[in-house]
């Protein structure tokens, strides 16, 4: 089918030309892939085809498959992307998709923890054990360093700087940046580590974090961690791993840190991105200022 080579050419561009991360192409790739099947289902074979028509029938299928405004506005701008690029390689004499708007989704505010329940999280594994001391390092790391789930799978142990507590990370884009590690997180991972060397394939993985054969660990694994541990707790089931990054920034700005040194511990390539957690610092005071003012 002449679309789906077409599509292949445009991940290959995001791939090379554009240099992004593998997540970020492979969710490219399932957007346009149920593009090509709706378009596909109407015969249309190729990108030369489209049109305004079938990209809103195309949307209004979405809409009766109950997607949330943010799944099919990403949806939409997939195809926004591939139809750009198509005009770009003259497949298309223009895009067929600017007369289309995309659905309004409201400002969704990351949701923190407190202090004292990551305290208790972080504190739930049990340390005799490998495994457990392997779970702890990683939701103290999580929360200690603010990584996200992709960047702590594919941390090696050859980009850890024990002395000078820092951890060297691959990021959106394959942008590098340093992360620095307290104690705290030093001393689980120590822990850990020390645990694992009792099994000879973890001992030999050159992985930071790795199962029973040695080999890295899957995003799906770490969010089983997280969930599990929050259940241990009773906490709510929306515990996921970017939670704990979420509080990391959060605690960071209500402990008085700028917005700037904030960003870059994040990795966000755009100050704009990091500025949402204003808006829960913001929440904070007003919460504290209802709470204890008599006027309030």
């Known amino acids: 089918?002449?679309?789906?080579?077409?599509?292949?050419?445009?991940?290959?561009?995001?791939?090379?030309?554009?240099?992004?991360?593998?997540?970020?192409?492979?969710?490219?790739?399932?957007d346009l892939t149920d593009l090509c099947t709706s378009l596909g289902e109407r015969g249309i074979t190729s990108a030369k085809e489209i049109d305004t028509a079938a990209l809103r029938r195309w949307l209004s299928e979405l809409g009766e498959r109950a997607l949330g405004g943010r799944s099919v506005a990403r949806r939409l701008s997939a195809a926004r992307g591939f139809l750009r690029f198509a005009v770009r390689e003259g497949w298309l004499k223009s895009d067929p998709s600017q007369g289309l708007t995309p659905p309004r989704i409201g400002r969704k505010l990351p949701k923190d923890r407190s202090a004292a329940e990551l305290s208790a999280l972080l504190g739930a594994s049990d340390d005799e054990s490998p495994r457990g001391a392997r779970d702890r390092a990683i939701l103290t790391v999580l929360y200690g360093g603010g990584l996200r789930v992709s960047e702590l799978c594919d941390a090696?142990?050859?980009?850890?700087?024990?002395?000078?507590?820092?951890?060297?990370?691959?990021?959106?884009?394959?942008?590098?940046r340093l992360v620095p590690l307290g104690e705290v997180c030093l001393d689980a991972i120590d822990t850990y580590l020390t645990a694992r060397s009792s099994a000879p394939r973890q001992k030999a993985s050159p992985h930071l974090f790795c199962g029973p054969s040695g080999a890295p660990l899957t995003r799906q694994a770490v969010w089983k961690i997280v969930r599990k541990a929050g259940s241990r707790l009773?906490?709510?089931?929306?515990?996921?791993?970017?939670?704990?990054?979420?509080?990391?920034?959060?605690?960071?700005?209500?402990?008085?840190?700028?917005?700037?040194?904030?960003?870059?511990?994040?990795?966000?390539?755009?100050?704009?991105t990091t500025e949402i957690y204003t808006h829960v610092s913001a929440a904070h005071v007003e919460a504290a200022y209802r709470k204890a003012h008599p006027r309030a």
């Not at 002449?2 to 490219?28: M, P, T």
């Not at 507590?165 to 990021?171: C, E, F, Q």
């Not at 089931?237 to 960003?263: E, I, K």
Request: zero cysteines.
């Open 156 to 176: 090696r142990l050859a980009d850890l700087d024990r002395a000078m507590g820092l951890l060297k990370l691959l990021g959106k884009g394959d942008k590098q």
């Open 234 to 272: 009773g906490l709510d089931s929306n515990l996921f791993p970017h939670a704990l990054r979420h509080s990391f920034a959060s605690h960071l700005l209500s402990g008085g840190a700028d917005l700037r040194t904030v960003q870059l511990l994040l990795g966000h390539a755009s100050i704009k």
């Open 1 to 30: 089918m002449r679309l789906e080579a077409e599509i292949d050419g445009f991940l290959e561009h995001l791939r090379v030309e554009r240099a992004l991360a593998k997540n970020s192409v492979a969710a490219y790739g399932r």
